[in-house]
């Protein structure tokens, strides 16, 4: 996220929102690594849904977690590594990662990701 962005919006069509839906596009980004920014939106128990900004250059080291990751790439270019090989996902792409799956990735482009957690991740409420 560029410096002179204090606050960085997703930008959607809000007129079908309601007043709760539209407070969640105000969450502050949180830096989750260099130039990598983490909005949680909604989580319960079981599902968490988090809204990543990923600046071109950055990197998110190998890595696993007990949680299933989904996501889905609202623009950008990234490369995930993981120990199967690498992978290249452009904006539109999906993506799903196991349970305790290694993987990690390159960001290409500066890119937007929208990923979904099964169950919740503790560290990222």
């Known amino acids: ?66 949680q299933h990751q989904l996501g889905f790439m609202l623009k950008g270019k990234l490369k995930f590594i993981t120990d199967e090989g690498e992978f290249i996902v452009n904006e539109g792409d999906c993506y799903l990662f196991n349970s305790n799956e290694r993987h990690g990735a390159k960001i290409l482009e500066d890119s937007e990701v929208l990923d979904v957690f099964s169950p919740s991740r503790e560290d990222y409420k």
């Open 1 to 66: 996220m560029k410096k002179n962005h204090k606050y960085y919006y997703f930008y959607l069509n809000k007129s079908h929102m309601n007043d709760r839906q539209k407070s969640l596009l105000k969450v502050i980004p949180v830096k989750a690594l260099e130039g990598i920014y983490r909005r949680t939106l909604l989580y319960n128990d079981d599902l968490m849904m988090c809204h990543f900004f990923l600046e071109k250059g950055s990197e998110i080291p190998i890595h696993s977690h007990p």
